[in-house]
Antibody, heavy 117, light 108 residues
Protein backbone atom coordinates (compact mmCIF):
# COMPACT_ATOMS: atom_id res chain seq x y z
CA UNK A 1 0.00 0.00 0.00
CA UNK A 2 1.15 3.53 -0.72
CA UNK A 3 2.71 5.24 2.28
CA UNK A 4 4.38 8.59 2.79
CA UNK A 5 6.17 8.88 6.13
CA UNK A 6 7.45 12.29 7.17
CA UNK A 7 10.14 13.34 9.62
CA UNK A 8 9.35 14.57 13.10
CA UNK A 9 8.39 17.94 14.52
CA UNK A 10 10.89 20.78 14.46
CA UNK A 11 11.35 23.96 16.47
CA UNK A 12 13.41 26.67 14.81
CA UNK A 13 14.39 30.25 15.53
CA UNK A 14 13.52 33.08 13.15
CA UNK A 15 16.03 33.29 10.33
CA UNK A 16 16.96 29.61 10.52
CA UNK A 17 16.26 26.87 7.97
CA UNK A 18 14.31 23.64 8.21
CA UNK A 19 14.45 20.51 6.08
CA UNK A 20 11.54 18.08 6.15
CA UNK A 21 11.75 14.59 4.67
CA UNK A 22 9.06 12.39 3.15
CA UNK A 23 9.86 8.70 2.59
CA UNK A 24 7.68 6.96 0.03
CA UNK A 25 6.88 3.26 -0.24
CA UNK A 26 4.39 0.99 -1.95
CA UNK A 27 4.79 2.40 -5.47
CA UNK A 28 7.40 3.25 -8.08
CA UNK A 29 8.79 6.50 -6.72
CA UNK A 30 9.97 7.91 -10.04
CA UNK A 31 6.57 7.49 -11.70
CA UNK A 32 4.96 10.30 -9.70
CA UNK A 33 5.64 13.75 -8.40
CA UNK A 34 5.68 14.91 -4.81
CA UNK A 35 3.88 18.07 -3.81
CA UNK A 36 4.24 20.00 -0.56
CA UNK A 37 1.30 21.68 1.15
CA UNK A 38 1.28 23.56 4.42
CA UNK A 39 -1.39 24.52 6.90
CA UNK A 40 -0.93 27.28 9.46
CA UNK A 41 -2.75 26.82 12.79
CA UNK A 42 -6.50 27.11 12.27
CA UNK A 43 -6.05 28.00 8.62
CA UNK A 44 -6.62 26.37 5.24
CA UNK A 45 -4.35 24.44 2.92
CA UNK A 46 -1.62 26.30 1.03
CA UNK A 47 0.17 24.74 -1.95
CA UNK A 48 3.95 25.26 -1.77
CA UNK A 49 5.20 23.55 -4.89
CA UNK A 50 6.03 20.20 -6.39
CA UNK A 51 8.92 18.19 -7.71
CA UNK A 52 9.05 15.51 -10.35
CA UNK A 53 10.66 12.41 -8.89
CA UNK A 54 11.40 11.35 -12.48
CA UNK A 55 13.66 14.22 -13.52
CA UNK A 56 13.85 16.59 -10.54
CA UNK A 57 11.99 19.44 -12.25
CA UNK A 58 10.37 21.79 -9.76
CA UNK A 59 7.55 24.32 -9.67
CA UNK A 60 7.34 26.58 -6.62
CA UNK A 61 4.56 28.84 -5.41
CA UNK A 62 5.31 32.44 -6.29
CA UNK A 63 5.29 33.64 -2.67
CA UNK A 64 7.95 31.12 -1.64
CA UNK A 65 10.30 31.54 -4.61
CA UNK A 66 13.83 32.06 -3.37
CA UNK A 67 13.18 30.57 0.09
CA UNK A 68 12.15 27.01 -0.72
CA UNK A 69 14.01 24.12 -2.33
CA UNK A 70 12.53 20.71 -3.07
CA UNK A 71 14.73 17.73 -3.84
CA UNK A 72 14.49 13.96 -4.10
CA UNK A 73 16.79 11.02 -3.47
CA UNK A 74 15.64 8.25 -5.77
CA UNK A 75 17.99 5.73 -4.14
CA UNK A 76 15.94 5.94 -0.94
CA UNK A 77 12.58 7.07 -2.42
CA UNK A 78 12.69 10.15 -0.24
CA UNK A 79 11.63 13.71 -0.99
CA UNK A 80 12.86 16.75 0.89
CA UNK A 81 11.58 20.26 1.38
CA UNK A 82 13.91 22.95 2.73
CA UNK A 83 12.58 26.34 3.77
CA UNK A 84 15.05 29.11 4.62
CA UNK A 85 14.90 32.46 6.41
CA UNK A 86 12.10 31.21 8.60
CA UNK A 87 9.59 33.68 10.02
CA UNK A 88 6.90 33.27 12.64
CA UNK A 89 4.23 33.00 9.95
CA UNK A 90 5.97 29.90 8.59
CA UNK A 91 4.72 28.07 11.68
CA UNK A 92 2.53 25.35 10.22
CA UNK A 93 2.01 21.66 9.61
CA UNK A 94 3.84 20.70 6.43
CA UNK A 95 2.47 17.83 4.33
CA UNK A 96 3.92 15.94 1.43
CA UNK A 97 1.50 14.38 -1.03
CA UNK A 98 1.91 12.12 -4.03
CA UNK A 99 1.01 13.97 -7.20
CA UNK A 100 -0.78 11.88 -9.83
CA UNK A 101 -1.50 14.16 -12.79
CA UNK A 102 -3.10 17.13 -10.99
CA UNK A 103 -4.43 15.10 -8.06
CA UNK A 104 -2.87 14.73 -4.62
CA UNK A 105 -3.93 11.16 -4.00
CA UNK A 106 -1.89 10.09 -0.96
CA UNK A 107 -0.63 12.29 1.87
CA UNK A 108 1.99 12.05 4.56
CA UNK A 109 1.04 12.38 8.19
CA UNK A 110 2.32 15.96 8.44
CA UNK A 111 5.27 17.61 10.18
CA UNK A 112 4.76 20.48 12.60
CA UNK A 113 7.34 23.23 12.20
CA UNK A 114 7.28 25.87 14.91
CA UNK A 115 9.21 29.10 14.42
CA UNK A 116 9.76 30.91 17.70
CA UNK A 117 12.45 32.92 19.37
CA UNK B 1 -4.10 34.53 -9.29
CA UNK B 2 -7.01 32.12 -9.44
CA UNK B 3 -9.31 32.17 -6.42
CA UNK B 4 -11.62 29.41 -5.19
CA UNK B 5 -14.33 30.49 -2.77
CA UNK B 6 -16.16 28.12 -0.42
CA UNK B 7 -18.73 28.84 2.30
CA UNK B 8 -17.03 28.79 5.71
CA UNK B 9 -19.54 26.37 7.18
CA UNK B 10 -22.39 24.03 6.35
CA UNK B 11 -24.63 22.40 8.93
CA UNK B 12 -26.70 19.31 8.22
CA UNK B 13 -28.79 16.83 10.20
CA UNK B 14 -27.88 13.14 10.11
CA UNK B 15 -29.42 11.37 7.15
CA UNK B 16 -29.86 14.59 5.19
CA UNK B 17 -27.84 15.89 2.24
CA UNK B 18 -24.95 18.34 2.49
CA UNK B 19 -23.89 20.41 -0.50
CA UNK B 20 -20.58 22.25 -0.47
CA UNK B 21 -19.92 24.75 -3.22
CA UNK B 22 -16.62 25.89 -4.71
CA UNK B 23 -16.80 29.03 -6.80
CA UNK B 24 -14.24 30.11 -9.36
CA UNK B 25 -14.13 31.93 -12.67
CA UNK B 26 -15.19 29.42 -15.35
CA UNK B 27 -14.34 26.56 -13.00
CA UNK B 28 -16.44 24.30 -15.21
CA UNK B 29 -13.53 24.23 -17.67
CA UNK B 30 -11.19 22.80 -15.03
CA UNK B 31 -10.95 19.46 -13.24
CA UNK B 32 -11.91 19.83 -9.59
CA UNK B 33 -10.75 17.59 -6.77
CA UNK B 34 -12.10 17.44 -3.21
CA UNK B 35 -10.39 16.57 0.06
CA UNK B 36 -11.76 15.74 3.49
CA UNK B 37 -9.73 16.68 6.54
CA UNK B 38 -10.69 15.58 10.02
CA UNK B 39 -9.19 17.33 13.07
CA UNK B 40 -5.54 16.48 13.59
CA UNK B 41 -5.37 14.34 10.45
CA UNK B 42 -3.98 14.71 6.95
CA UNK B 43 -6.37 15.45 4.09
CA UNK B 44 -7.93 12.53 2.24
CA UNK B 45 -9.00 12.61 -1.42
CA UNK B 46 -12.75 11.96 -1.66
CA UNK B 47 -13.61 13.06 -5.22
CA UNK B 48 -11.35 13.68 -8.21
CA UNK B 49 -11.89 14.90 -11.76
CA UNK B 50 -15.17 16.58 -10.76
CA UNK B 51 -17.13 13.43 -9.96
CA UNK B 52 -14.97 10.30 -9.67
CA UNK B 53 -14.41 8.54 -6.36
CA UNK B 54 -11.20 6.84 -5.25
CA UNK B 55 -11.55 3.26 -4.14
CA UNK B 56 -12.81 3.02 -0.58
CA UNK B 57 -14.79 6.26 -0.67
CA UNK B 58 -18.52 5.68 -0.13
CA UNK B 59 -20.97 6.31 -2.97
CA UNK B 60 -22.59 8.88 -0.70
CA UNK B 61 -19.88 11.28 -1.87
CA UNK B 62 -20.46 12.74 -5.32
CA UNK B 63 -19.42 15.80 -7.27
CA UNK B 64 -20.47 18.02 -10.14
CA UNK B 65 -18.95 20.98 -11.94
CA UNK B 66 -20.45 23.51 -14.32
CA UNK B 67 -20.15 27.18 -15.12
CA UNK B 68 -18.63 29.04 -12.18
CA UNK B 69 -19.48 26.50 -9.46
CA UNK B 70 -18.35 23.02 -8.50
CA UNK B 71 -20.31 21.12 -5.86
CA UNK B 72 -19.48 18.28 -3.50
CA UNK B 73 -22.60 16.46 -2.35
CA UNK B 74 -22.69 14.18 0.67
CA UNK B 75 -25.88 12.10 0.79
CA UNK B 76 -27.27 10.42 3.90
CA UNK B 77 -24.84 12.33 6.08
CA UNK B 78 -23.32 10.49 9.03
CA UNK B 79 -21.61 11.80 12.15
CA UNK B 80 -18.30 10.57 10.77
CA UNK B 81 -18.59 13.00 7.84
CA UNK B 82 -18.00 15.94 10.14
CA UNK B 83 -14.78 17.50 8.82
CA UNK B 84 -13.29 20.32 6.79
CA UNK B 85 -13.60 19.98 3.02
CA UNK B 86 -11.37 21.63 0.43
CA UNK B 87 -11.70 21.90 -3.34
CA UNK B 88 -8.57 22.09 -5.51
CA UNK B 89 -7.73 22.82 -9.13
CA UNK B 90 -4.72 23.40 -11.32
CA UNK B 91 -4.57 26.93 -12.70
CA UNK B 92 -3.05 26.75 -16.18
CA UNK B 93 -2.40 30.50 -16.40
CA UNK B 94 -0.02 30.44 -13.43
CA UNK B 95 0.92 26.75 -13.60
CA UNK B 96 0.11 26.65 -9.90
CA UNK B 97 -2.22 24.52 -7.81
CA UNK B 98 -4.94 26.27 -5.83
CA UNK B 99 -7.00 25.17 -2.85
CA UNK B 100 -10.37 26.54 -1.92
CA UNK B 101 -10.86 28.41 1.34
CA UNK B 102 -12.35 25.35 3.02
CA UNK B 103 -15.77 24.47 4.44
CA UNK B 104 -16.43 23.08 7.88
CA UNK B 105 -19.27 20.55 7.81
CA UNK B 106 -21.09 20.18 11.10
CA UNK B 107 -23.48 17.29 11.69
CA UNK B 108 -26.21 18.48 14.00
Amino acid sequence: QVQLVQSGAEVKKPGASVKVSCKASGYTFTSYGISWVRQAPGQGLEWMGWISAYNGNTNYAQKLQGRVTMTTDTSTSTAYMELRSLRSDDTAVYYCARKSDDIFDYWGQGTLVTVSS
Amino acid sequence: SYVLTQPPSVSVAPGQTARITCGGNNIGSKSVHWYQQKPGQAPVLVVYDDSDRPSGIPERFSGSNSGNTATLTISRVEAGDEADYYCQVWDSSSDHYVFGTGTKVTVL
